[in-house]
Nanobody, 126 residues
Framework: VQLQASGGGLVQAGGSLRLSCVTSGRTSSLYNMGWFRQAPGQEREFVSAINWNGALTYYVDSVKGRFTISRDNGKNTLNLQMITLKPEDTAVYYC????????????????????WGQGTQVTVSS
């Protein structure tokens, strides 16, 4: 399966962006999905995850109430709506897929994902 992330850009603090990740090769309903981010000089950080049918979602505390993860399996698309962006949200954002059969536990661990997109840059200016 291939993942293609898009939607990043430059935005002022307090602004909004919507990231998308399109799955190709196999239907996205076969995968639990997640978003991670990596700022310069820092390790990759978990942001949010959603299970294969969208019934379960999970967020890192720093984005709760500001970010919303969703998916449309009919369009093989994963989304991350981000509002009230802060400079500390600046990073390259990566989407990732985990085989559904492997479950949803420990969705915040990057090593639990099988496939990764190429990343999209989000820059929030103060």
């Amino acid at each position: 399966v291939q993942l293609q992330a898009s939607g990043g850009g430059l935005v002022q603090a307090g602004g909004s962006l919507r990231l998308s990740c399109v799955t190709s090769g196999r239907t996205s309903s076969l995968y639990n999905m997640g978003w991670f981010r990596q700022a310069p000089g820092q390790e990759r950080e978990f942001v949010s995850a959603i299970n294969w049918n969208g019934a379960l979602t999970y967020y890192v505390d720093s984005v709760k109430g500001r970010f919303t993860i969703s998916r449309d399996n009919g369009k093989n698309t994963l989304n991350l709506q981000m509002i009230t962006l802060k400079p500390e949200d600046t990073a390259v954002y990566y989407c990732a897929a985990r085989e559904k059969r492997r479950g949803f536990a420990n969705a915040d661990l990057a090593n639990n994902y099988d496939y990764w997109g190429q990343g999209t840059q989000v820059t929030v200016s103060s």
